[in-house]
Every structure is written in C-alpha cells, then in structure tokens.
C-alpha cells in the first residue's frame, strides 16, 4: 500500500510519516468504518441521503485502487490524519463528512444548512501589535472606535448551542487574542463534549497554570500558538509587545502540564506562524518549535493590516470563504471574513437572529451572488483583498 497514494502533505512540513505509530491500521481502520457506515445506510430509509452520497464518493476517492486519481478527489492530508488519531471511532464518519464540506463546498460553491466551519470571537482586543495585523489600525484598536470588546458567557452560550451537532469545525479566535476575555473560563469549560475540531488560537503570552488546566479541560482539540520566528530578535520585531522568553516558558508548562496532569490528553498541540518576510527561515521554525509542539505551519501573508486603504487588486474570482466559513463577533456581528475586520459586510447579529437563518438569508446570498458574477470589483473591501 503506498503511503502518498492516500495523503497529501499541505503546509504542516513537521509531521512526517514516522509520527503515525500506526499508520496502515490506521487507514485500514478508517476504510472498515467507512465500509460499514455504507452498508448500514445502504439498507435504510436514509439509502439517498446526501450525507451517505459524500461518504461514498470519500470511500471511492480513499481506496478504489482502480480509480483514477484527480486534483477534485477527496484526500487524506496528513494534518487531517492527526485529527483523526484523536477521534473514537464513532467520531471518524462525522470527522470525514465535514471535512469534505470544507474543502469541497466552497469549490463547487455549494451551501447547506450551515456553515463548514465557525469562528468564534471571544475577545476583539489583543495586548500584541503585530506588524502584519489589523490592530496597528489606531481606527480599529482604540476604545473609543467601538470595535473593542468582550463576549458575555449568555451569548458565548448561545452561539455553542445553535451550533452543537450542526457545525463540528470551530475555531476560538479572531480579531483579538481570546485569553484576554473575563469570561473565558466558563466558555472552554462550557465546550466539554460538544465539537469533533475545536480550536483555540492564541499567542500564548497569557497562559498560566490556571487557564491551562482550563484549556485541558474542555473541549479543545487544538491550541494553536502564533508564533513566527524561531530567535527572539525577529519574534519580538514581528510580534510587538511579545516577549520571547516568556512565550517559550509558557508553551514548556503547557507541555509540562499536559504530560504530568492530563497523561490521557489526546490535544494536538501546533505552531502557527505568517511567512511575513524572507528571514523569517521556515527550517529554523521546524527545527527549534518542532521539539516544542506538535505540527509546525506557516500562512503566507496577506496585507490584513488596512485591507480599506489596500490597491485594487482586479480580483473577478469569487472568494470561496462566502461558502467556508462564518466569523461572530464579540458583540454578535456576524462577518463572512475577518479581513473586513471593520464589519463593511456585516450580514446580521446573532442576538436577534440564528447562524442558519443568517447563512442562508438574503444578504449573504446577495454577496455570494455578487462575487458568483464577476462583480467582487464593486463590493468594499472586497476589491482591495487578495483572498479567493
């Protein structure tokens, strides 16, 4: 059985091979899960489901040895394959399922019910001033330009409810840093149980033994730490007001923890850095965080920093995030994107509306329709961004 023939390495270099224990049980694991979810469907009231369809095009894209490999068949990346380590084995079909959602619905601009994938923001404030982000934005930053805030715990509550058993691919994170919220302790602890792919996003400078328990304790599947350098001359350069010891000896006694308190913990630890600039080495990332966390990544930048003063950029393609994914602020807003990080696409407020009825409502029909007919040129900020 060859390896490359069922995964595709994307942009986490560090994960080789050699970190799947077990790599062909694995996969022999995933095709007898698949196989017997077919079968039971197959004879069921449920025979012409579309979920059922997604699944057998995944179990023909996996394993039909006879078929013909394409860039459209569904693969296992092996980031993907990490994920699924975690998972029990009732969780792989609804794992796979939505994974499919993501990477396929925004090619063949396709929408159902709700979203691929949320993000939520507890907290629009950082205490960093990275030199590629928004927040050098003094319009957007300061407190008196509105944009700054905390999500409540009743609205936390609310958005966690409507999206338990519907959306299983979440991300904790924005605009701000989300330890920075008063209230984020009964957030994580009120994930427990309730996502298969829970991310948290954070620059770890605020981690502590307390909030680390609480990450470890809840339904969090991923920390992601943003990090870009691996020396603390151009970390703290990069990462305004970070300080790169501090960050080093946090991310050790999250290490620490995990291992003495949680021996069980199946958390998937992973740094996550913006290719900003040419020094910024990607073999040193690898070589020095490696040691430290689990996956090592880098996102090529994009100018986020004042999307609204950017150049056109002459885009006509429709950018696939109008089907991927949904952004709720701190106060509500619902957001298809965050690099319109000042809301100019704002397409409803969760406290008086719900995630399927704004996901499928007239204004972000009316803005994936604009962007389907060439017309993205006509819609701030989307004209100036180089997302597609």
């Keep these: 059985m060859e390896n490359n023939k069922y995964i595709k390495n994307n942009s986490f270099r560090d994960l080789k091979i050699k970190k799947f224990k077990n790599f062909l049980d694995l996969l022999l694991k995933i095709k007898l899960i698949l196989s017997d979810y077919i079968l039971k469907l197959n004879t069921s009231e449920e025979k012409k489901s579309e979920k059922l369809k997604i699944i057998k095009e995944i179990y023909s894209s996996l394993f039909e040895e006879n078929k013909k490999k394409t860039d459209a068949d569904f693969v296992l990346h092996e980031y993907s394959l990490a994920e699924i380590q975690t998972l029990s084995d009732n969780d792989i079909v609804e794992y796979l399922f939505h994974r499919y959602r993501y990477e396929f619905f925004p090619n063949i601009k396709k929408t159902d019910s709700y979203p691929p994938y949320l993000q939520i923001e507890p907290s629009s404030v950082c205490n960093y001033r990275c030199v590629f982000c928004y927040q050098t934005d003094k319009s957007f930053s300061t407190k008196s330009s509105g944009h700054m805030g905390y999500m409540s715990f009743d609205l936390f509550k609310k958005v966690v409810d409507q999206a338990e058993k519907n959306i299983h691919f979440l991300s904790l994170a924005s605009r701000g840093e989300p330890m920075l919220c008063p209230e984020i302790d009964k957030m994580l602890d009120y994930t427990k149980n309730k996502f298969i792919n829970l ?60 291992k003495n ?58 950018c696939t995030d109008l089907w991927r994914r949904m952004f709720v602020w701190w106060d509500g807003t619902v957001n298809p994107c965050d690099v319109d990080y000042k809301s100019l696409l704002n397409v409803g407020n969760i406290k008086n509306d719900t995630i399927k009825n704004i996901w499928n409502g007239e204004k972000y029909q009316m803005l994936r329709n604009h962007h389907l007919s060439q017309n993205r040129k006509n819609i701030s900020p989307c004209f100036n961004c180089n997302v597609c």
């Design 261 to 318: 308190d949680f021996p069980n913990s199946r958390l998937i630890t992973r740094v996550s850095g913006v290719k900003f600039q040419e020094d910024q080495k990607i073999q040193d990332m690898d070589d020095y965080w490696g040691e430290l966390v689990d996956h090592v990544a880098f996102v090529n930048y994009i100018p986020w920093e004042n999307v609204y003063d950017s150049k056109r950029t002459n885009i006509d393609e429709a």
């Design 199 to 258: 991310k948290l996003n954070t620059n770890a400078s605020l981690l502590n033994e307390k909030n680390i328990n609480m990450i470890l304790s809840s339904g969090v599947k991923t920390v992601v730490f943003s990090v870009d350098a691996a020396d603390k001359v151009l970390y703290e350069k990069l990462r305004v007001n970070g300080k790169f010891e501090k960050v080093i000896k946090n991310i050790k006694l999250f290490n620490d923890i995990k």
